[in-house]
């Protein structure tokens, strides 16, 4: 069983992707960086544990907020559901689809047998539209291959993984609203919000002061590392390349910033928009450093990605210090 006429959402990332398929289930066509800005999904966080094999960089939100914002900015009933039994898990999942209804799936993609380069990561969507004996039918990011499909058995597994930003099973799904939304007004919305959130971190890990963070630790990251090839290179690959759709998803906010200056004309955004241009080109710039670094062992490159890391911060606080004044 598969559903008729569902529109795919061609994406980067796979919760804008995700959740892009259940908008166009509803009518519901934008692009992904207007998803990721009404998201408000500009972010960042350095985070280390001792059970962690090295560091990790993001650049979003945390995951599941993404999802709830579009919802919240687009006046959309989201209903999202979780259950440690994985038969209630799959039964609740296959009676919305026998409905007619696209869901969304959180898991681990490591269990996808689509993936050609498994890893663990608890924190992936993916939206399901079909089922037969054997297959799921997913709908996942370009680079993983759009429509693709895994056996039930590997999704149950991706479904139950446990680990950093897992869910016991969670799925959800959108309903029309009540009330018709303003893009404009929602889009403004989300821009201050997401705005101010960056600027006031609750830690000191997140937002421009984890950038500044990052860039003091790397020094003492380079010299404690027990595989600095791995390490530095696979942090480069998730910067540019894992549904980041580049820059640590700076690209995704310096085109949802372009889109919303052709939307509502505050130049106040145009600003914001021709200072993200050189914010993206220059993560894009630290991840080739780190990728040096990954190919070399020169210290060098570190303290380059250092000190341009401070100068990112500072870019950052002082744009989204102004997007939130709008």
């Known amino acids: 069983m598969k559903l008729d006429h ?3 959402f061609v994406g980067e990332h796979c919760e804008t992707t995700a ?21 408000e999904g500009l972010g960042f966080i350095f985070w280390k544990m001792k059970t962690m094999d090295f560091p990790f960089i993001g650049g979003r939100i945390k995951p ?23 038969v209630k898990a799959w039964a609740a999942v296959k009676e919305l689809l026998d409905g007619g209804q696209a869901v969304g799936l959180k898991l681990d993609c490591f269990h996808l047998e689509y993936f050609t380069r498994p890893f663990h990561f608890a924190g992936h969507y993916v939206a399901i539209y079909g089922y037969d004996n054997h297959y799921a039918y997913l709908v996942d990011t370009r680079q993983q291959g759009g429509q693709v499909k895994t056996s039930l058995e590997s999704l149950a597994l991706a479904r139950a993984e446990k680990g950093p930003m897992g869910s016991k099973n969670l799925y959800y799904y959108l309903k029309q609203g009540k009330e018709k939304v303003d893009l404009k007004k929602a889009v403004r919305a ?13 830690i000191a890990n997140i937002g ?17 590392s027990k595989d600095v090839a791995n390490e530095f290179g696979t942090t480069a690959m998730l910067m540019e390349k894992a549904g980041t759709g580049g820059a640590l998803f700076r690209n995704l906010y310096r085109d949802f910033l372009r889109e919303s200056y052709a939307l509502i004309g ?8 021709l200072e993200f241009i050189e914010i993206a080109s220059r993560w894009t710039e630290v991840a080739q450093l780190l990728e040096k670094v990954s190919l070399t062992r020169d210290i060098t490159y570190v303290h380059q990605a250092s000190a341009l890391l401070k100068t990112i911060a500072g870019q950052e606080k002082t744009a989204m210090e102004q997007l939130a004044g709008i």
Not at 76 to 83: D, N, V, W, Y
């Open 19 to 39: 959740t892009g398929t259940l908008l166009q289930q509803l009518g519901i066509e934008l692009s992904e960086p207007m998803l990721f800005g009404l998201g």
């Open 190 to 202: 989300a821009i201050k919000n997401n705005a101010k959130e960056y600027i006031h971190p609750p």
């Open 266 to 273: 505050l130049p106040t955004l145009k600003k914001a928009h």
């Open 6 to 8: 569902l529109k795919p």
């Open 208 to 224: 421009y002061k984890g950038i500044l963070k990052t860039g003091a630790e790397l020094t003492h990251w380079f010299a404690t």
């Open 64 to 86: 599941d907020q993404l999802t709830q914002n579009i919802a919240r900015n687009l006046n959309l009933e989201l209903i999202a559901k979780e259950t440690s039994s994985s």
